[in-house]
T-cell receptor, first 116, second 114 residues
């Protein structure tokens, strides 16, 4: 299956700052990547679909101006949490599929964001 | 859009006994149903999946059943072992729409009692 990496694995930042999380598909050209958020003891909630070369599609209730997504190449999607606040502290995970003809998703290892 | 419900939220079973987790989905277009195991702080790990043209699939101690008519699918773990303790998520997805967007259930925390 596809190998997906994320960077950083952990980040602690002050309230009001912006944080960028990278998601890389190491051995597969990903035209689409997905970003999820997982609060403690909760499920993974889809935030947005990242599309290479075009605008991301956001799920209902997710602020596109707060969670900026850039998918400038077939191997890299970035999620920037702007003006982060303590309530944004969460586990952020990206995934990509092996083409739309296949359903299986391959997940990155996740990024633990803590906003002080 | 798709909505996936999962029960129970917590499950405790004696080592060696079986565990069953049940899910329902709402979108009849969904045709791929993966199950994930997640350990604390880790990414979800695919343990088994089933497609809508199949009613049952088994892989050693793990099996999944699917009832398309009722929009139900279940995970069965037999001969449970301590290492089966984790959080399990069911999910549903429809291909060719939204590039296989996966919708997760709420999760089941499974504990295996020694």
């Amino acid at each position: 299956g596809a190998v997906v990496s994320q960077h950083p694995s952990r980040v602690i930042c002050k309230s009001g700052t912006s944080v960028k999380i990278e998601c890389r598909s190491l051995d597969f050209q990903a035209t689409t990547m997905f970003w999820y958020r997982q609060f403690p003891k909760k499920s993974l909630m889809l935030m947005a679909t990242s599309n290479e070369g075009s605008k991301a599609t956001y799920e209902q209730g997710v602020e596109k101006d707060k969670f900026l997504i850039n998918h400038a190449s077939l191997t890299l999607s970035t999620l920037t949490v702007t003006s982060a606040h303590p309530e944004d502290s969460s586990f952020y995970i990206c995934s990509t599929g092996a083409g739309i003809a296949y359903n299986e998703q391959f997940f990155g290892p996740g990024t633990r964001l803590t906003v002080l | 859009g798709e909505n996936v419900e999962q029960h129970p939220s917590t499950l405790s079973v004696q080592e060696g006994d079986s565990a069953v987790i049940k899910c329902t989905y709402s979108d009849s277009a969904s045709n791929y149903f993966p199950w994930y195991k997640q350990e604390l702080g880790k990414r979800p790990q695919l343990i088994i999946d089933i497609r809508s043209n199949v009613g049952e699939k088994k892989d050693q101690r793990i099996a999944v059943t699917l009832n398309k008519t009722a929009k139900h699918f279940s995970l069965h773990i037999t001969e449970t072992q301590p290492e089966d303790s984790a959080v399990y998520f069911c999910a549903a997805t429809a291909p060719y729409s939204s590039a296989s967007k996966i919708i997760f259930g709420s999760g089941t925390r499974l504990s295996i009692r020694p």
